[in-house]
């Protein structure tokens, strides 16, 4: 199976700042990346799909970027509504392994 | 619209099985895979496996091979779960999960809200 590592585990910010997280893959998996982001007691909605496609209705502050093997997730002016865990996947094959997820704080 | 809505939360003792029902509406039904992941208490998603609505067709986790049965009703537009040999690391809330497109390795667009499987004896 594909190996997806997310860095970091957790992480704080101020209300507008930028915010990058990463995902790493075992092995190429050209654009097949997807990002979600998980409130408590909710079920994950998608943000982002093929690495840089954001989906419908998700506030342009979201962007994605990376190709291969390595990706980023971006969130260029955090809100206090951004506090989540976001959770990258791999749809390469299709046993879709997720990373470990990247929890977000709002300082 | 799409909707995808799950059966009510369970409690199994260890050693017994559980069947979630997750009932999709909104779309034609067989032409869109459906996924299980789960998620542990305080802990990241878990994928357990797939099920093509049109044939039936599974493809599962090596974690739940042997344990775990995923089916479909398409006269009734559901699908199912089923784990087997419970513990107590089962415990978990458990999301049905469609896929995008038809085709191609689309990400999950529309999810169940979860069904609270509780293993306790």
């Known amino acids: 199976d594909i190996q997806m590592t997310q860095s970091p585990s957790s992480l704080s910010a101020s209300v507008g700042a930028r915010v990058t997280i990463t995902c790493r893959a075992s092995q190429i998996i050209s654009n097949y990346l997807n990002w979600y982001q998980q409130r408590p007691g909710k079920a994950p909605q998608l943000l982002i799909y093929?690495?840089?496609s954001l989906q419908s209705g998700v506030p342009s502050r979201f962007s994605g970027s990376g190709s291969g093997a390595d990706f980023t997730l971006t969130i260029s002016r955090l809100q206090p509504d951004d506090s989540a865990t976001y959770y990258c996947q791999q749809s390469f094959t299709m046993s879709r392994t997720f990373g470990g997820g990247t929890k977000v704080e709002i300082k | 619209q799409v909707q995808m809505v799950q059966s009510g939360a369970e409690v199994k003792k260890p050693g017994a099985s559980v069947k979630v029902s997750c009932k999709a509406s909104?779309?034609?039904?067989?032409?869109?895979?459906v996924h299980w992941v789960r998620q542990a208490p305080g802990q990241g998603l878990e994928w357990m496996g797939v099920i093509t609505p049109s044939g039936g067709g599974t493809t599962y986790s090596q974690n739940f091979q042997g344990r775990v049965t995923m089916t479909r009703d398409t006269s009734t537009s559901t699908l199912y779960m089923e784990l087997s040999s419970l513990r107590s690391e089962d415990t978990a809330v458990y999301y049905c999960a469609r896929v995008q497109t038809p085709y191609g390795s689309s990400p999950f667009d529309y999810w169940g809200q979860g069904t609270l499987v509780t293993v306790s004896s």
């Open positions: 093929a690495a840089s």
């Open positions: 909104g779309y034609t039904f067989i032409n869109y895979y």
